[in-house]
């Protein structure tokens, strides 16, 4: 079993609509890391929690560290949100595990 | 700020080859890592370090070495180049837990390396 496990897998929507993509781990974790890999290939960095909620333009993270579980929220998607988001844990001796990312493509 | 610079962008090999992808960053970052990444994986750690001459050794380090000579550079080695080494390898940086700041993961723009 994979210690971060996202979902959905692949995600479509329709320009406008409320995207969720779910990350849940099972390990201990000092922090959690959204991130952003665009179609070029380069990975950027949208947000670090450790706890209750960040919100960055139409992007908001959660993290609940009780239940083990984070969500990214994309409000009024566009179809420049197309890309693939991974969600990453950092543990122990601040070392991070990847999940395997969620692709999505907004449709105009 | 350049932030996280790799290269080459591309880079085709023959099996037995060696050579060197390059990483350099300009944040003045401890922490520096590198990473490959494959199909349906996430992103795995092959080598980091913390600082100017020390390295350790990641999730998946075998046929590949790194030396860290300045803060700034921090090269991969990949010394007997295989098929299975066909991957997207990422440089990334930040600063360490103990320095107190921020440590949001910068990554570089990526090699993609392919070896026949």
Redesign the interface.
């Known amino acids: 079993k ?1 210690e ?1 496990e996202q979902s959905p897998q692949n995600l479509t929507a329709q320009e406008g609509e409320f995207i969720t993509i779910n990350c849940s781990y099972s390990v201990g974790i ?2 959690l ?1 959204w ?1 952003q890999q665009h179609p070029g ?5 949208l947000f ?1 929690l450790s706890s209750g909620k960040k919100k960055h333009g139409r992007l908001i993270a959660t993290i609940n560290i009780q239940e083990k579980h984070s969500s990214l929220h994309i409000t009024a998607s566009h179809p420049r949100d197309s890309a693939v988001y ?1 969600c ?1 844990v950092r543990y122990g001796t ?8 969620t692709r999505l493509q907004v449709f105009p | 700020n350049a932030g996280v610079t790799q290269t080459p962008k591309f880079q085709v090999l023959k099996t037995g080859q060696s050579m060197t992808l390059q990483c350099a960053q300009d944040m003045n970052h401890e922490y520096m890592s590198w990473y490959r990444q494959d199909p349906g994986m996430g992103l795995r750690l092959i080598h980091y370090s913390v600082g100017a001459g020390i390295t350790d050794q990641g999730e998946v380090p075998n046929g590949y070495n790194v030396s860290r000579s300045t803060t700034e550079d921090f090269p991969l080695r990949l010394l007997s180049a295989a098929p299975s080494q066909t991957s997207v390898y990422f440089c990334a940086s930040r600063q360490t837990r103990t320095s107190g700041l921020s440590y949001e993961q910068y990554f570089g723009p990526g090699t993609r390396l392919t070896v026949t």
Do not use: C, E, P, R
């Not at chain 1, 290939?41 to 960095?45: D, F, Q």
């Open positions: 994979n971060v000092s922090a890391h991130l290939g380069g990975i950027v960095s670090m991974i990453a601040d070392k991070l595990i990847f999940g395997t990312g």
